[in-house]
């Protein structure tokens, strides 16, 4: 893992922090062109809440906040950001897209996870 300085913030970049599958990296491309955007990341973030003690956030982000990881993916180079707080809990997490009649959405496979509520927003 290597640090870059944007301004005055320290963004690490990340070869292993966290994994973005191709289908979830093309959606994610995919978003970003349909808003005509090409100057965010995807940040996904771990807060309180939810049944299990924590949830998962995804949403796109122009920010480089300190103490950033950042991992890139795919020929698109899509930005994937994680703050560091969220860092730890997300180490070996993998993220997918699935389209299916059952699902539709961004899902989370994370090894750190002790478990999660029945509906799949929240992990311990």
Do not use: H, W
Not at 2 to 30: H, M, P, Q, W, Y
Not at 90 to 97: E, K, R
Not at 103 to 111: A, E, R, V, Y
């Amino acid at each position: 893992m290597s640090t870059e300085t944007t301004g005055t913030t320290d963004v690490k970049i990340s070869t292993a922090s966290i994994a973005l599958t191709d289908v979830a990296a093309e959606k994610v491309s995919s978003l970003l062109k349909q808003e005509g955007r090409d100057d965010l990341s995807l940040r996904v973030a771990v807060q309180p809440g939810g049944c299990s003690g924590l949830r998962y956030q995804l949403y796109f982000d122009d920010r480089n906040l300190d103490g950033d990881t950042l991992t890139e993916f795919g020929a698109a180079k899509v930005r994937v950001v994680t703050d560091k707080m969220s860092t730890p809990y997300l180490m070996g997490a993998t993220i997918d897209f699935v389209d299916t009649i059952e699902k539709q959405g961004f899902t989370i496979d994370n090894p750190n996870a002790g478990g999660s509520c029945a509906c799949g927003d929240s992990f311990n």
